[in-house]
Structures are given as C-alpha cells and as structure tokens.
C-alpha cells in the first residue's frame, strides 16, 4: 500500500482550507531535485569564485613576473654598462703608462725599477670584456670576469700612481733641462714626410729624411718648441730660409723653407715664442716646416718629442 502526504492549501479565506493528497516518492523526488538543483547552483558558484580567485592570482604573479623581467634587465644593462666602463678604464690606464713612458724618454729618465703598471703583477689584462654579448648566455662568467679585472686593474693604477710619483721627483730634478727640451708640435698642420728613409720627390731614389715636414698654408707661425738661443738665422742652399735653437745639453732644432725669419742669432728664446713664419723657400714642393731634433748632433726622431 502506497502511503501519501497531506498537504493542506490556504485559498485565502480564513475557513477555506483545502487538502490534497500526494505519494510519498514524489515528495523524496522532488526534495532531492531540488537538493540536487540547489547543491548543482552552490558547486557553479564555488567553482567561478574558485577561477576567478584563480585568475587573480595569476595576475598578480605575472604582474610580479613582469617586474621581475624588467628590474633583470635593468640589471643586465647595467652590468653591461659596467663592463664598457671597466674597458674604458683600462684604455685610460694604457694611455698613461704610454704617456708616462714618453715623458721619461723626452726627459731621459729611466723606467721605474718595479717596472710599469702594465707588466708584471698586477698587470691590466689584456683581454677585453665581451660587453655586446647576450648576458643570457655569460651573464656569471662576466661578472666574475668583471670581479677579477677590476682587482687587477686597481692593482695597476696604484702602481702607476707610484710611477707617477716617482717620476714627479725626476722631473722636479731636471726641471732646467726639461724646460730646455723639445716638448711641443711647432707648428700646426699635417705630416707630409716623416723621418727615416723614403724616396726623394726630386730624384725618385732612397734616401734619408734626417727630420719630419709639417705643411700648411704659408704663413702660418713657427714657434719655438723649447726654451733656447738663436744659433743659426739666414738662407741656405737647399733648404731655404732656416732658423736653428741651441737649447743646451747636446740639443739642437732646426726650421728650414720658412718665408719669414722672426729671430736674429743670439737671442734668447721661450717655448712657444714664434720664431718663423711657414713657407716655401729652398729645395721645397710646398709650403712646410722641415723640422729637425739633433742630440749630440745626431738626428733623431722629431715625433718622440711632441707630446701635445
């Protein structure tokens, strides 16, 4: 026998009450539809909150990701930066152990006895850092190369400080024949012949060139390039007008093809004071300034004693 549930209805008066009759199973079906209905509606739910907290989550992380990104970047830039800068370091170095090692030859002092800062320990290296490379692919390997060169290239430049100072006290020592040394270009313009051997643009044969032309437009200033006395100021055969400066210690200049002597013999001269004006005299192609650097009357090598 089937059993039934009374369910009474209300039609709204206060006495009118109606009854119905419906079978047990079809209220436990209905309940658990709606059971079913109600628990299908809470897991949609759980589950949007669920994807929605998770892609919050996800951007945030990527947010975080795409700082990170930036300041790695940032970062490799600035390691790459570094690395130009440390290269750059180096080549400074360089340059004043170069310069350093003019000054001592110019003023004849010799090489420090610990040597230079470019040999030895503490030495700069002589390989550069590859700062155009991907850091991805040697980005540990560069900084720990950048470590090892800035070490030694602060070892350096404390030992070319001491050189410097060093080579200060040399100079404070010949101060008088520094001053009497040839230590500046006299004249602006190009190199149009250096010293050594060539081949003559009169005879075509191989001969030596006992000094270094410098050309420009005639008329422009020779000065002298140290402190010195007119030895020599008048024509000559084949190099034309020529001034020459004693300068003491076994030192002599020369100035040949000029146009206008500005010097007599015997007067007394100061580095840069314009002793000549360039031209085109004697045995000459162009207006230049032949330019001659004797020592103990041998000719040597002009350009070892211009440092500007």
Known sequence: MKKNLKIWFHTGSSTDIKEFNVPQYIAYLSLLI???FVSGILYIGFD???IKSSSYTNYVLNSKISEQESEIKSQRAQIQNFAETITELKKQVKNLCVFEDRVRVIADIGQSTDSS?????GGIPNTDLDYNLEPEVKHNSLIR????QVEQTTLATIKQAQDFEELIKELHKKKNILASTPSIRPVHGWVSSKFGYRRSPFTGLKEFHSGMDISNKKGTEIIAPANGRVSYSGKKLLIGNLVTLDHGHGIVTKFGHCTKLLVKYGQNVKRGDVIALMGNTGRSTGPHVHYEVRINGAPVNPAKYILN
Request: no cysteine; charged share 15%; hydrophobic share 55%.
């Open 34 to 36: 709606a059971f079913i």
């Open 48 to 50: 949007y909150y669920m």
């Open 117 to 121: 800062g470019l040999l030895g320990i």
């Open 145 to 148: 190369e950048m470590h090892e």
